[in-house]
């Protein structure tokens, strides 16, 4: 039996926006093979722990809204329809992945929670999920990082008396009429916070720096064209224009006075204290700070690791480096460049989806121990 013909089951753990991308050129090698193009292709499943399509976009805040247009945002074979607006909304995005799965028939079964990835006395996959145990020659890890939000430790969070809550918890600003918020965290999702509730509470947003804004001009086709250099390994990646896009409410609140403060000290009981001693009364806290890629399931396996990231192999960003037949898809730059983005996620996809289907995700060829 050749290499290419010993995948006979794959399994793809999640069923976001990377998920999906997999499971689109899963589905074609499948259909290449049914339509005689190749010898065979293996089974798969998208292991989904949602009860609905959608990923992490179904619990995003409501006024959170794509960086780029429609036609640069989408997953490979389909379009993303055109938004009412400049750029499509979060229940949008839901929508479209949705219909995606539809499209392509992809096999998600939802509300699958995986418990745990394990290797076999014969070096295949044995995936833990809430619906039953499976046998897989290849897995995919696809989960995201939503699950695992980051909050850095800070001096006197302990000890604050008010509301903290993550940026994955907020659910709009209607919960915060007339209160004072500290919004923490010097991103897109700080930024577009703070903006969202600066007309309906006293927002005091808090950076590690000055916040470096993309200038106004730079829209969706600019970022867009950013990340394909980045993808393509030439130029300048998104990141090196700047940390924050300016879209229209960030720009609206920045005009309005919306401005960052990166000298905090500390919290306390009553608020937040700051280098001079000052301390600026709040009654909750909005960490915006930010995730680690969601990989409990893989606890048991021996990884090899660089800079706390799974290692991965020189000439697929993908692959890990020391367990043949895992792959890593959709989680950031260190699995391959803007991969963790609707734009960038298809290339990482294919490479992956070509990788299994040419080695036969080598799962057989494990011989390393099965727990630490």
Not at 17 to 40: I, K, N, P, T
Not at 74 to 101: F, H, K, N
Not at 302 to 313: C, E, F, Q, V
Not at 335 to 341: D, L
């Amino acid at each position: 039996m050749s290499r290419a013909e010993a995948a006979r089951s794959i399994v793809v753990v999640g069923g976001g926006q990377a998920a999906l991308a997999v499971g689109y050129f899963l589905a074609r090698l499948r259909r290449d093979a049914a339509q005689g193009r190749r010898a065979s292709a293996a089974e798969f499943e998208l292991l989904e722990s949602r009860p609905e399509g959608g990923g992490s976009w179904a619990d995003m805040w409501p006024s959170l809204r794509l960086f780029s247009p429609s036609d640069f945002s989408s997953l490979p074979g389909m379009r993303m329809p055109q938004s009412r607006e400049q750029t499509a909304s979060a229940p949008e995005v839901v929508d479209y992945l949705r219909s995606y799965a539809e499209c392509y028939e992809l096999p998600v079964s939802y509300g699958e929670e995986v418990s745990q990835v394990s290797l076999t006395g014969d070096g295949a996959f044995q995936v833990d999920a809430s619906g039953g145990s499976r046998r897989a020659d290849a897995v995919v890890m696809a989960t995201g990082t939503w699950g695992r939000p980051f909050v850095p430790s800070v001096t006197g969070a302990d000890g604050f008396g008010g509301r903290q809550l993550h940026s994955r918890e907020y659910a709009g600003p209607d919960e915060f009429q007339g209160m004072r918020v500290g919004v923490v965290g010097g991103g897109n999702s700080g930024a577009q916070i703070a903006a969202d509730l600066q007309p309906s509470a006293q927002v005091t947003w808090v950076t590690r720096r000055k916040p470096r804004f993309l200038p106004d001009d730079v829209g969706g086709r600019e970022l867009f064209a950013a990340a394909t250099q980045q993808v393509e390994g030439r130029g300048r990646g998104v990141a090196d224009l700047g940390d924050i896009v300016a879209l229209p409410p960030v720009r609206a609140a920045r005009d309005r006075g919306l401005r960052a403060r990166w000298d905090l000290h500390s919290l306390t009981h009553a608020g937040a204290r700051w280098n001079d001693g000052a301390v600026t009364p709040l009654d909750a806290v909005i960490w915006c700070t930010g995730f680690r890629p969601d990989l409990a399931p893989l606890r048991s396996l021996d990884l090899d690791r660089t800079a706390g990231a799974p290692r991965t192999r020189s000439d697929l960003a993908t692959a890990s480096a020391n367990l043949p037949g895992l792959y890593f898809v959709g989680y950031g730059d260190w699995c391959g460049p803007a991969s963790a983005t609707l734009v960038g996620v298809g290339r990482v996809a294919r490479a992956t989806v070509a990788d299994i289907g040419s080695s036969g995700g080598g799962a057989r060829s494990n011989e390393r121990a099965v727990t630490r």
